[in-house]
């Protein structure tokens, strides 16, 4: 059952309990009929309104918190993954999660804003996790990044493809890969490798396990943050500190 066919049935079975509930109240209070019931929810049907906002609060508690102990028990995969691309400090005390795409827009428009904080805060990791699902690029820009953590060019290779100017290509990448500094030739052979195929895999899983639904998701301190805001960002890191 897909997402949107559990959130309709899930809706059905409110209004369903919803009325279920109406007949149990008018029958003990009038000895009720069917047509009581009808006329109780014409004369209130704000009843059903309010039992759905509140069905809606509780649905995004309940989410909430599940997400916080997803995050939780996936700490250690979150920031201590050594397969991992980095950026920053790599014994930095305050550890920013990054899921992204090369191909994505806002993860573009995120990327200064990351460089940023980084040349801001001297104890600040960036653990950069890539995904690889808006484009056929994606995934060649994500390999091509995670290859070149084994030339040490991790952090090079990422901040070159997001400089890349217009849609991405495998001529682009390789050419921003070049000229940070990587073994074109090696970085091939890697990408093609079953390591880099394994970390794409297990990033992918842990995105699903944890309910990463867009990207940037940004987490720290084990929480989730939504922005594109440099001062949001920093307050975040600020009280980590």
């Known amino acids: 059952m897909n997402k949107i066919n559990a959130v309709y049935v899930s809706l059905v079975a409110l209004v369903v309990a919803i009325v279920a509930l109406v007949m149990c109240i008018v029958c003990c209070n009038k000895g009720g009929s069917s047509a009581n019931v009808e006329q ?12 759905m906002q509140n069905y809606e609060i509780k649905q995004r508690e309940e989410a909430q ?29 305050v550890v920013l999660v990054e899921f992204f795409d090369f191909s994505c827009g806002y993860c573009h428009k995120i990327y200064p804003v990351l460089k940023n904080v980084i040349a801001k ?9 890539p995904l690889a699902f808006l484009s056929p690029m994606s995934k060649y820009a994500a390999k091509a990044a995670l290859a070149a953590k084994e030339q040490g060019k991790f952090a090079e290779v990422y901040t070159a493809v997001f400089e890349i100017n217009g849609p991405l290509t495998e001529a682009k990448i390789d050419e921003a890969a070049v000229k940070a500094g990587v073994d074109l030739e090696k970085l091939k052979a890697d990408m ?37 805001d440099e001062g949001v960002l920093q307050e975040a890191i600020d009280q980590a500190k």
């Open 40 to 51: 109780a929810l014409n004369d209130n049907p704000e009843m059903i309104i309010q039992a």
């Open 121 to 129: 805060n001297s104890d600040l990791k960036l653990v950069a996790k």
């Open 65 to 93: 918190k599940k997400a916080q102990e997803l995050l939780a028990q996936s700490e250690d995969e979150l920031t201590k993954n050594p397969d991992d691309g980095f950026l920053g400090n790599p014994e930095g005390k």
């Open 192 to 228: 093609e490798s079953e390591k880099v195929s394994k970390i794409l895999d297990e990033t992918s899983n842990l995105a699903a396990k944890i309910q990463v639904n867009g990207v940037p998701t940004l987490i720290l301190d084990g929480k989730i943050i939504q922005t594109l």
